[in-house]
């Protein structure tokens, strides 16, 4: 007999047994021991067909390989940089994977980046935790420009993004800010006008400490009409 | 002199009135403060990040770093000199040994995890509020844990089991047996045991129900902390 | 070498904006709390600005006087950055960062005789006390200096001296009497980025400054010490404005003490 102990959206914490039988398989931050599905980290109970998982509402970003993410430059080699993507192992680009322009030998690549810039890029490969390869050959994807640089927890992206990108899009129309937003939790963002920047980060903080509750894309609808009509 | 009446007025089985706070240092990755009676512990969690010097990286997975730290004003008498002590250090691993049994550190190989544990005003039972607090910590920095883990002191002051002593407890008659414990209590697993002074086999079994029984009481503050940072979301 | 970052805050400053909704001369949100170790310390106080938390305790013991100073007691001030408030801080020994800190604050006491020190003598040439300041952080969201000479005054302002057995301090037995605070001299820190000043800085903010002064003030406006930090110069006007601003400053501050 498979009961599941807690409903759905329940925030359950570590060692919080979740469902008990056979039937449920572990998903993310689930494991099984015995009869027993156990969280493993303090987030929200989803079903997905069989499996019983967590929706984490903390932890440390692991890189895999397909994320984006935006790193800042703190190497410059000689056939690459290296990148800090808040892993604590920095990431390789390589000049291959950063321009098809033929570079002489010996140049200096900080023409190309240069330490400090910010690159959003995506992982091609994740050969170890000290071997990440990343990218820049992609839509989209280059050094980024002058703008805000702004740290969230890498679990929320995923609600700061929203379905098809419709929470960070009605953040970026509402703002008219260009918003870009890596798995890493890092978030680059320019505007014009900096009262309008400044309710683009108070919004993005609001979706990140709200990303568990119902009913957010709504209060966040409201919240950015009422902000702008303040201004 | 028979031990009747406990000096608090406590029942012998009574934890002190405790209390629990997850995410007090906004900077860490993770944070909590644990108070039990006097005793006051925050903790916060750094990491994972990169373990220097290399040479103590584990290519397997992650390292658990404790660090447990008096602050000079919270003895109970003289000022404690800043900086680690044999005693600290002591408390520091044991504190590690109490936690990385219930961890999954595999997906952080050659990184370290970083706890610091500060004591703020203490009252006895300062490696097991420290150890609560980590617990939570670790918990609210969403580091991958098979159960939480509590941890209270159990003893025998003037021939009487008792649970949670404190300072005045400790010293009493000069010989009290003082009993330091963590469980991580869905399965009943002991991962912390000290003790200093002497009792019998029977009497040792007696002090560990006793304090499993504490544990449990703890855990569900702790699991109560954790899910509080998180309540209240839904009205704006 | 790359600085978005920098480039991007100096560029708001221009348009007269900092990195939260602060004007330049405003303070974050401020609260102190007392005898946060009543039990342990002798005097204890925990300060806010904003995110940022510190604490400070204050221990008595008796000592003996300086040979130059037979009827003073003294004091001995000690920071140490915690790992735990943020993560670039290492562990060890207490960093010049700390050292810095816990030195501007004993000057501002001491040239400032915010205590008076022959008052903590108790018998001339033998016996005096000396009042150790521990200030710890536990969450640097910026501005440690200002939190941390905070709360070294509030944690001044509750102390209670200990009884005395024997020329011993009995801790076990505090007494109402206050400690001999005189005079309360504040700090407080002015930033310079580009051409602007500002006070309060987020941990963010503090990450571009060019220069900063941190003024000790005294209740009437004079000035009791002066420490200039950052890696750039200041001309003599700047010094001008920011010791103004520093005095302006502390009025507001010094609320806080009651």
Redesign the interface.
């Known amino acids: 007999m498979t009961t599941l102990l807690v409903e759905e959206k329940e925030i359950v914490v570590p060692g919080q047994i979740i469902a008990e039988g056979l039937d449920y398989l572990p998903g993310e931050d689930v494991l099984r021991e015995g009869d027993h599905l156990i969280s493993t980290k303090v987030g929200m109970v989803t079903l997905q067909g069989r499996f019983v998982k967590v929706v984490a509402l903390n932890g440390p970003y692991v890189p895999k390989r397909g994320d984006i993410v935006i790193g800042k430059v703190v190497g410059v080699g000689l056939s690459g940089w290296r990148l800090d993507i808040g892993w604590p192992f920095e990431a390789n680009l390589s000049l291959k994977e950063a321009t098809s322009d033929f570079v002489e030998k010996g140049t200096d690549l900080s023409k190309y980046f240069d330490y400090g810039d910010y690159i959003l890029c995506q992982i091609v490969n994740v050969a170890s935790v000290k071997i990440i390869d990343l990218s820049i050959r992609g839509p989209g994807l280059r050094k980024l420009g002058l703008g805000r640089i702004l740290s969230l927890p890498s679990p929320k992206v995923p609600r700061l993004i929203g379905k098809q990108g419709s929470m960070i899009t009605m953040v970026k129309d509402a703002t008219n800010c260009k918003i870009s937003i890596g798995q890493n939790g890092t978030v680059w963002l320019s505007g014009e006008d900096p009262k309008l920047e400044m309710l683009a980060v108070k919004a993005l903080k609001k979706i990140e400490a709200e990303s568990h509750t119902s009913g957010l894309t709504d209060r966040m609808k409201e919240f950015l009409e009422r902000e702008k009509n303040g201004l | 002199m028979a031990y009747e009446k406990r000096i608090d007025g406590r029942k012998f089985d009574e934890l002190r009135p405790f209390e629990a706070k997850v995410g007090v240092v906004p900077r860490a990755a993770g944070s909590a403060m644990f108070k039990i009676g006097k005793t006051i512990a925050v903790a916060a969690v750094h990491g994972p990040r990169e373990l220097y010097p290399q040479v103590f990286q584990n290519p397997t997975r992650g390292v658990l770093r404790c660090n447990y730290n008096m602050l000079p004003f919270s003895g109970s008498g003289d000022r404690v000199r800043p900086g680690p002590s044999r005693r600290s250090k002591e408390i520091s691993l044991v504190t590690e040994k109490a936690l990385l049994p219930l961890l999954d550190l595999s997906a952080y190989a050659g990184s370290v995890i970083d706890v610091y544990i500060e004591l703020i005003q203490t009252d006895a039972g300062t490696r097991c509020a420290g150890i609560c607090a980590a617990a939570m910590a670790l918990a609210d920095a969403g580091i991958p844990m098979k159960d939480l883990v509590s941890s209270v002191a159990v003893g025998r002051v003037g021939g009487k089991i008792v649970l949670d002593l404190n300072k005045e407890e400790e010293d009493y008659e000069g010989h009290a047996t003082d009993i330091a414990t963590a469980f991580a209590t869905r399965n009943g697993q002991l991962t912390l045991l000290q003790m200093d002074g002497f009792l019998t086999k029977e009497e040792l079994k007696k002090a560990l129900e006793l304090a499993k029984k504490g544990c449990e009481m703890i855990k569900e503050v702790q699991i109560k902390a954790l899910k509080e940072k998180y309540k209240g979301g839904n009205n704006e | 070498?790359?600085?978005?970052?920098r480039?991007?805050y100096l560029?708001?400053l221009s348009?007269?904006?900092r990195?939260?909704?602060r004007k330049f001369e405003e303070y974050r949100p401020i609260t102190v709390e007392y005898s946060?170790?009543?039990?342990?310390?002798?005097g204890?106080a925990r300060v806010r600005i904003g995110?940022t938390?510190v604490?400070a305790?204050?221990?008595l013991?008796v000592g003996e006087p300086y040979e130059d100073n037979p009827d003073e007691g003294t004091i001995m001030v000690?920071m140490?950055l915690?790992?735990?408030?943020?993560?670039d801080f290492e562990?060890g020994?207490?960093s010049i960062h700390s050292i810095e800190i816990a030195r501007v604050i004993d000057r501002a006491i001491r040239e400032g005789k915010g205590l008076n020190f022959k008052k903590l003598c108790i018998r001339k040439g033998e016996k005096m006390w000396i009042v150790?300041i521990?200030i710890?952080p536990?969450?640097?969201?910026g501005n440690l200096f200002d939190a941390a000479s905070l709360a070294a005054l509030a944690a001044l302002k509750d102390a209670r001296f200990p009884a005395i057995v024997n020329d011993k301090a009995d801790?076990?037995e505090k007494t109402q009497q206050k400690l001999p605070l005189e005079a309360l001299p504040l700090s407080c820190t002015i930033l310079k980025v580009g051409d602007f000043f500002l006070v309060d800085p987020l941990?963010e903010e503090e990450k571009f400054l060019d220069a900063r002064l941190t003024v000790g003030v005294l209740e009437d406006g004079s000035l009791c010490s002066l420490q200039k930090g950052g890696d750039a110069s200041l001309s003599v006007e700047d010094i001008d404005t920011m010791v103004e601003l520093a005095i302006k400053k502390t009025k507001e501050l010094r609320k806080f003490l009651k």
């Not at chain 3, 070498?1 to 970052?5: A, Q, R």
């Open positions: 070498m790359s600085n978005i970052e480039d991007y560029q708001l348009k007269g904006f990195l939260d909704e946060i170790s009543a039990k342990s310390a002798e204890s995110g938390e604490v305790g204050i221990k013991e000690n140490e915690l790992p735990m408030s943020n993560p562990s020994p207490p150790l521990d710890y536990l969450n640097d969201e801790y076990k941990s």
